[in-house]
């Protein structure tokens, strides 16, 4: 057995100055680039393939066969993209990740560049981040003027650069192809697949589009070897990840554990839920994965146990809701969400996503009508697989998981106000006389 | 982003946003050499220039202030792309601005989470403080309130963003005062951020990836980042084969060959040390180096 927790890439975050290039040399920084530099690309390929690495963005495509599937090289240009836009609701780890130490993500695009063949690769930072940039900017300086990045890496002949870029606000722009129409300057829609990014992606080049975690975890792949990744986790979902608490728990933050903890092990590492208080209801994977509730505590979280009991691991966002919250005014929300973020190319998702927050609106103001939980089910059967991408997919999830598990509450929205049922102060932090005050604002 | 698309029709000039005339008026010499040396930097990035799209619509709020018809046409010059297909791209994106912005973007999550642990409250609070709703900017134009979607800092709510740094654990009354410090002219501080929040302009131009220097400001996480990473400093927990004292020598042999290191989990032997503590981190009395057999 591994132990409970695994710190691994939140390690450093609490070194002083975590995000320096010096600190992170300081331990172990870029030992495994140089590492990987005396092996072939395909051995670097081949070890991550070995850990059967699952991409941590949430659909948990193996990483190593990711990579092995992109067109053979022809000579131009191939391109690594990090998914660094996390915005699906609840997810907070990436960010946390680049502010306290981006080295091991530059560490790790370096490496995965060597392993495909590119030779620039792309950072889509999501641009509301701005103190990230900042120091993921800086970090691309530092390894290029340490040799780490530029050309003839470590004097191996290999040349890497890496483009930090920002966008600019739409939480589309994280679906991986959308992310290459952003980047290439235009609206983030999503492309027709096939072909996928591995045959034509960005620039119509081959592309490989992998999430942050996913990339700063190959460093520690390639230093430790494939069977020391495997020796955590599971069988089928291997290794450690980031899961990340939010709510209504005594102690919310990051936790940095093999695939398959229990969100029983969590919430106990957390302080349990906030104190008078019990769980009601749960998110695995941030707002797109269909929730949970106390009956599903000791579900292993990891790939297909989550979607064996009807959800999804998704990106470990754990957003944690107590009997205070209703759980209509929760989705409500959600699918306001998904409304404001629907980017309009397909009908199902666009219009879909519209009348189903009418519905969800006139729920949590008690008008609802007789017919209107069928009406969400059908729509959503309706959204469900017809939609051109998974936004659309994703927007029913929260619904169809509510209703499934507190359809009296959808009834209620008939007659009775959310904010009767369920005083919104009951949830709120500060409500209680103990107001916590913020650690931030100081005047100068 | 569908209403975008449908307020784009109500523009008058076909082509543009929302402008003023004098969005329009033509950049002062000396700001337009700079915009353009700028801008070289920005393409020379890229293998193809409408990449540097994004960017350069940064670039032209950190000028203006917002996204201008100015500012647009000077996109589609440089990119040549159709001032339509700017506007385009512009009205996509919600951090691009189709009126003049305030000083400070003072953007309260209302996303489920953050909403549902006080963000709503703290929104309605700032709105009725401010008298302004989303997307407005107070007269004396040092503010613009937004609500925003989830800032990937849950685990910190409810979160206020300032100019895209973080303040968290945010309540009506400290983001009040956030407010009423910005409007008086004083200087803030962000939890998890730069030494001060900059001005909407200033943070426009290192969003066009023009880095200001500050990336060693500010802390490298937050506490509830450090969360699981102190408890298991506390526990002894950490990686198999991985040396807890984090100073890069290994903590013991080589696993064998053929054998997995399941078999032989490094904690278990003698060499591995509990955790030391590591400057400016705080151990629980009691807990250190608890727990080394487990
Ligand atoms: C609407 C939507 C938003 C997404 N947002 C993100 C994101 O912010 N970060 C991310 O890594 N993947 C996101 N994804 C998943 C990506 O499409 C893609 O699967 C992922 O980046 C692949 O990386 P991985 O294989 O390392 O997981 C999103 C998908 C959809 C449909
Ligand atoms: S499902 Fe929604 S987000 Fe995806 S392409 Fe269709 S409209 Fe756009
Ligand atoms: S819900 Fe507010 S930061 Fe995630």
Known sequence: MTDTLTPILTRLWDAPESWKLSTYEQHEGYQALRQA???????????????????????????????????????????????????????????????????????????????????????????????????????????????????????????????VHAGAGAYICGEETALLDSLEGRRGQPRLKPPFPGAAGLYARPTSVNNVESIASVPGIIRNGADWFK??????????????????????????????????????????????HRLKFWTPGGSSTPIFTEEHLDVPLDFDSVAAAGSMLGTRALQVFDETVSVVRA?????????????????????????????????????????????????????????????????????????????????????????????????????????????????A | MTEDLWSLHDTHEAGYLHVSTESKEPYAADVLERLRADAEVVIARYPEKRSALLPLLHLVQ???????????????????????EVSGVATFYTQYKRHPNGDYT?????NTLCAIMGGDRI????????????????PDGKITLERIECNAACDYAPVVMTNWEFFDNQTPESATRLVDELRAGKDVVPTRGAAKVCTFKEVSRVLAGFNDGRADEGVGAGPASLLGLEIAKQ??????SDDASGTGAPAQPEVPAGQTSIDSPSKTTPTDAPPTKPAGHDTLPGLEGKDESK
């Not at chain 1, 053979?72 to 946390?96: F, H, M, Q, W």
């Not at chain 1, 690769?121 to 981040?129: D, S």
């Not at chain 1, 955590?232 to 980031?242: A, V, Y």
């Not at chain 2, 003072?106 to 209302?110: A, E």
């Open chain 1, 37 to 163: 530099l005396t092996m072939t690309p395909e051995a670097v390929l081949g070890a991550v393939k070995d850990s059967s690495i699952r991409g941590r963005g949430g659909a948990g495509f193996p990483t190593g066969l990711k990579w092995s599937f992109m067109a053979p090289p022809d000579g131009g240009p191939r391109y690594l993209v990090v998914n660094a836009d996390e915005s699906e609701p609840g997810t907070c780890k990436d960010i946390p990740l680049m502010m306290a130490n981006p080295h091991v993500l530059i560490e790790g695009v370096a490496i995965s560049s060597y392993a495909i063949g590119c030779e620039k690769a792309f950072i889509y930072l999501r641009g509301e981040v701005v103190h990230v940039y900042r120091r993921l900017l800086q970090a691309v300086e530092e390894a290029r003027a340490a040799g780490y990045l530029g050309e003839n890496v470590l004097g191996s002949g290999a040349t890497l650069d890496i483009v």
């Open chain 1, 231 to 276: 020796s955590m986790g599971t069988e089928k979902s291997t290794g450690f990840g980031i899961f990340s608490l939010s709510g209504h728990v005594a102690n919310p933050g990051q936790f940095e554990a093999p695939l398959g903890i229990t969100m029983r092990e969590l919430l106990d590492l957390a302080g349990g839920i906030r104190e008078g």
């Open chain 1, 331 to 443: 989705v409500a929300r959600w699918t306001e969400f998904y409304q404001h973020e629907s980017c309009g190319k397909c009908t199902p998702c666009r219009e879909g996503t519209y009348w189903m927050r009418q519905i969800m609106t006139r729920l949590e103001h008690g008008k609802g009508s007789q017919d209107d939980i069928d009406k969400l089910l059908d729509m959503c059967d309706n959204i469900l697989g017809r939609a051109f991408c998974a936004l659309g997919d994703a927007a029913t999830s929260p619904i169809t998981s509510a209703i499934k598990y507190f359809r009296e509450e959808f009834e209620a929205g008939m007659h009775t106000p959310v904010d009767v049922l369920f005083p919104p102060e009951k949830s709120m932090l500060f409500a209680a006389s103990d107001t916590k005050e913020s650690s931030g604002m100081v005047t």
């Open chain 2, 62 to 84: 950190s000028v203006d202030g917002y996204v201008t018809g100015r500012g647009i046409d000077l996109c589609a010059e440089l990119l040549d792309l159709t001032t339509a």
């Open chain 2, 106 to 110: 003072v953007g309260v999550c209302t």
């Open chain 2, 123 to 138: 929104f309605d609070t700032l709105s009725e403080h401010l008298g302004v709703g989303h997307d407005e900017t107070t």
């Open chain 2, 235 to 240: 526990q002894g927990w950490h990686a198999p």
